[in-house]
C-alpha cells in the first residue's frame, strides 16, 4: 500500500467528512422507508462503509444504507418485524459471499453500454426525485403536506445558496472540498440568523451507542428460512448489481480499474456482520460515491474516514448535526444528480442504433418506476435479444455450379439458435446437382442448435439421395454431428478449433 502524501490525507479526510455529513439524512430516510429507527440506518452505513472501504475493491467508492433496498426490506418488516429484516440481511451477505467465490462479478463487465448509461441516468433522476420528501412535513391531522409560504421560500434560498458555492467556489480555491465549505455556511448562516428551517433533526435523533453484538431473535427453522430466504436473494442481487455498476462507472470516470470479485466479497461480508449489529445492510451508494470521487478522494481512507466520522456523530456530535439544515444536503444532493446525469447521452441522437437509444432510455425509465435491478435485468435481456437478432441475419451461404457438376455452397457468419432458420432457408436440396459440397472456414458454429441444423440439412440430402460433404468443422462439431457424421471429410487446409457451447461437452 502506498504511503499517501499529507496534501492527500487532507483531501481524503476532508471529503470522507463531506460524505458522512451528506449520508446522515438519507440513511435516516431510508430507515424510515424500511420502517426501523434511524439508528438501525446510520449503523448500517457505519459498519458496511468501514468493511468495504478498507476490504473492497474499488476503493473511493462509498457503501451504505440505500433506497433500492429499504424499498424491498418494508415489507418484511411490516409483515414480520425488524429482526426477520436482520436474518434476512445476514443470509443476504452469505448468498452475496458464494457469489464472491464463484467469481462471478467478472460478468458485470458483460453490461451493454447503453444499459451503462439508462442505469446512471435513472439513478441521477431518483436521486433529484427523491429530495423532494423532505419538502414535505406532517400537518395537524397526521397528513404529509407540501411546505408553501414562507418556509419553502426559505429552504429554495438556502438551496439555491448551496448550489451555487458549489459550482463557484472551485473557481476561488480547491483547498477544501466546496460541498463541505457550502454546507458549514448554510449551517452557520441558519444558526447565526435563527432561521426557522428544517434541521437533519426533525428527521429523527441520532444520538446513540456503538452498535451491538447480537443474533436475529427468530426461531431457526425451516419455516423461517422460507420466509427470509426470498428477501436476502432479491436484496443480494440489487446489492450486488448496483454495486459493480457503480464500480464500473467509477473505473470509466477515473480510468483505473477496480475488483469486482473482491468487492463482493467484501459487500457480503459487511451485511454478514451489519445483520448481526442490527444494522438494515447496505450496498454502493451512487450519490455519495461521486461526491467523494468529485473530491478527488480516491483511496480507502476517505472511505474509512466517512465510517468514522458518521460513527462518532452518533457517538458525541449528535446534537451540531442535528442542526444542519436540510436545505443544505439536499443541494448537495442536488449537484450530485446533475454531474451524475450523462448529459452528453442526448448527443447521442441519430448518432448510435435506434435500439441503443431505446435501451438506455427504456432502463432510466424501470430504474425510476420499479428498482434498479429489475432495470438492469431488462436491458441486458433487450440488449442479448436484439444483438441475437441482428447477428441471425448475418449468415450467408454462396452457391456455385462448378463445371464438373458439383453444388459448392460457402458459409459466411455465426451459426446459432436464432439464425438457424435463415441459414436452412438459403439452401435449395432439390435443385443441386448429385454432388453438394458445403464449406463452413468462415463460419462457426456456437450451439448444439446449430450443429442440429447441420444434421437436418444432411438427413434433407439423404432423402433425395444425393451425395454431401461437409468441409472444416470443428473437433467438437464433428463429435455432436449425427446424420452427416458420414460424410465429413478433411480438406488439405487446417480444421478450426472453437468449441461449441453445448452440455454434452461441458
Not at 452528453?344 to 442504433?353: M, T, Y
Not at 440488449?383 to 460457402?410: E, I, P
Not at 434433407?460 to 463429435?479: F, T, V, W
Amino acid at each position: 500500500m502506498s504511503i499517501l502524501s499529507p496534501q492527500l490525507i487532507k483531501t481524503n479526510l476532508l471529503s470522507g467528512l463531506t460524505v458522512a455529513l451528506a449520508m446522515v439524512p438519507e440513511a435516516i430516510a431510508f430507515a424510515l422507508v424500511a420502517q426501523v429507527s434511524p439508528l438501525t440506518g446510520l449503523y448500517a452505513a457505519f459498519i458496511v462503509a468501514l468493511i468495504t472501504s478498507a476490504f473492497g475493491g474499488r476503493p473511493g467508492m462509498i457503501s451504505g444504507a440505500t433506497g433500492a433496498l429499504a424499498v424491498v426490506m418494508v415489507a418484511l418488516v411490516v409483515q414480520h418485524g425488524a429482526e426477520y429484516l436482520f436474518a434476512a440481511v445476514v443470509l443476504m451477505g452469505a448468498l452475496q459471499l458464494l457469489f464472491a467465490a464463484a467469481k462471478l462479478g467478472k460478468f458485470i463487465r458483460m453490461v451493454p453500454h447503453p444499459v451503462m448509461l439508462g442505469f446512471v441516468n435513472g439513478l441521477a433522476i431518483v436521486i433529484f426525485i427523491a429530495q423532494f420528501s423532505h419538502f414535505k412535513v406532517t400537518g395537524a391531522d397526521g397528513t404529509a403536506q407540501w411546505l408553501a409560504g414562507m418556509p419553502l421560500y426559505l429552504m429554495l434560498g438556502l438551496i439555491a445558496l448551496t448550489v451555487a458555492i458549489i459550482y463557484l467556489l472551485p473557481k476561488l480555491t480547491k483547498a477544501i472540498p466546496a460541498t463541505l465549505v457550502a454546507i458549514m455556511v448554510v449551517t452557520l448562516m441558519v444558526i447565526g440568523l435563527e432561521i426557522d428551517t428544517r434541521t437533519v433533526g426533525d428527521l429523527g435523533s441520532i444520538a446513540g451507542g456503538l452498535p451491538v453484538f447480537s443474533v436475529p431473535n427468530v426461531p431457526f427453522t425451516l419455516e423461517t428460512l422460507k420466509i427470509v430466504f426470498p428477501y436476502a436473494l432479491i436484496l443480494a442481487s440489487i446489492g450486488l448489481i448496483e454495486s459493480l455498476l457503480t464500480l464500473n462507472l467509477i473505473d470509466d470516470m477515473t480510468d483505473t480499474r477496480g475488483r469486482p470479485n473482491k468487492e463482493c466479497a467484501a459487500q457480503g461480508a459487511a451485511n454478514v456482520l451489519t445483520g448481526f449489529f442490527g444494522g438494515m445492510g447496505g450496498c454502493a451508494m451512487i450519490g455519495q460515491s461521486m461526491i467523494n470521487v468529485g473530491n478527488g478522494a480516491l483511496h480507502r481512507l476517505s472511505g474509512i474516514s466517512t465510517a468514522l466520522f458518521l460513527l462518532s456523530f452518533i457517538l458525541f456530535g449528535s446534537s451540531l448535526i442535528e442542526q444542519i439544515p436540510l436545505a443544505a444536503l439536499i443541494g448537495v444532493m442536488f449537484v450530485v444528480a446533475e454531474k451524475t446525469f450523462e448529459w452528453a447521452s442526448f448527443r447521442l441522437f441519430g448518432k448510435v442504433p435506434a435500439l441503443d437509444i431505446f435501451v438506455g432510455l427504456l432502463v432510466a425509465f424501470v430504474t425510476v418506476i420499479a428498482d434498479l435491478a429489475i432495470a438492469v435485468i431488462v436491458g441486458v435481456i433487450v440488449s442479448a435479444l436484439a444483438f441475437a437478432w441482428n447477428h441471425a441475419k448475418k449468415v450467408n451461404v454462396r452457391r456455385q455450379t462448378t463445371d464438373d457438376g458439383r453444388t459448392l455452397y460457402d458459409v459466411e457468419g455465426t451459426l446459432f439458435f436464432a439464425s438457424i432458420q435463415n441459414f436452412n432457408d438459403q439452401f435449395s436440396p432439390r435443385e443441386d446437382t448429385a454432388d453438394v459440397e458445403i464449406d463452413f472456414g468462415d463460419a462457426r458454429l456456437f450451439d448444439h442448435s446449430a450443429v442440429e441444423a447441420v444434421n437436418a440439412l444432411a438427413e434433407r440430402y439423404q432423402r433425395l439421395g444425393k451425395h454431401l460433404k461437409l468441409r472444416h468443422l470443428s473437433a467438437d462439431c464433428l463429435e455432436l454431428l449425427d446424420k452427416a457424421r458420414a460424410m465429413i471429410v478433411v480438406d488439405y487446409r487446417e480444421d478450426p478449433h472453437y468449441r461449441v457451447a453445448d452440455d454434452k461437452l461441458a
